[in-house]
């Protein structure tokens, strides 16, 4: 009965390489997010769906493309992987009645070799 | 954008003592600010918020308080246990949603 689920938990990939990043949350929120915490611990907003329309955009580079098949999951697709693409990736989400407060789910930690 | 600075960076307190984590805001627009607990290889969780029309809330031994005149809040953990150990986030949201850099409290038995 897992709120806000992630798979895979871990994931080691080569340089160059295309990668994707599940979300799945059944709380029936309407807004999901991604975020990515890196070796410092800093978490930095990447993205957030709201009824499958993209609302927010933090100057991630282009080689990352969310996509949302419902209201439920919000995936993350990643091409050509950096090393610098390194961290943990998290995926969250809300209710649009409770303003703001979200819940995480375990996180994805991405390593590009 | 809102820069939300949180200090400090690492915090080690006795079991027992207290521990106090402070973050300033500069978005005059903010009215929510959580905190998070991020224990070691899972995702945050909310353990507390307040809102801007409060000056303080308490929830046993977590209590925030808020001055929106200095754009301040801290974190108050009382009669701090192992388990408290983390890294703790805030976060402040108006326009938009910023987190502080975290703070790593360890509590030493």
């Known amino acids: 009965d897992t709120a806000v689920s992630q798979t895979p938990k871990y994931l080691v990939t080569q340089m160059g390489n295309d990668k994707s990043i599940k979300c799945e949350q059944n709380?029936?929120?309407?807004?999901m997010y991604w975020y990515k915490q890196d070796s410092k611990k800093f978490l930095k907003i990447m993205f957030s769906y709201n009824n499958k329309e993209l609302i927010i955009n933090e100057t991630v580079p282009n080689r990352f493309s969310p996509k949302s098949p419902d209201k439920a999951h919000l995936n993350l697709h990643i091409n050509s992987l950096e090393l610098g693409d390194s961290a943990v990736y998290f995926c969250a989400s809300r209710s649009g009645t409770v303003a703001y407060e979200q819940y995480f789910g375990p996180g994805t930690r991405l390593t590009v070799t | 954008g809102e820069n939300v600075e949180q200090h400090p960076s690492t915090l080690s307190v006795q079991e027992g003592d207290s521990a106090v984590i402070k973050c300033t805001y500069s978005d005059s627009a903010s009215n929510y600010f959580p905190w998070y607990k991020q224990e070691l290889g899972k995702g945050p969780q909310l353990i507390i918020d307040i809102r801007s029309n409060v000056g303080e809330k308490k929830d046993q031994r977590i209590a925030v308080t808020l001055n929106k005149t200095a754009k301040h809040f801290s974190l108050h953990i009382t009669e701090t246990q192992p388990e408290d150990s983390a890294v703790y986030f805030c976060a402040a949201i108006g326009n938009d949603m910023r987190f502080g850099a975290g703070t790593r409290l360890t509590v030493k038995p």
């Open positions: 709380l029936g929120h309407d807004t």
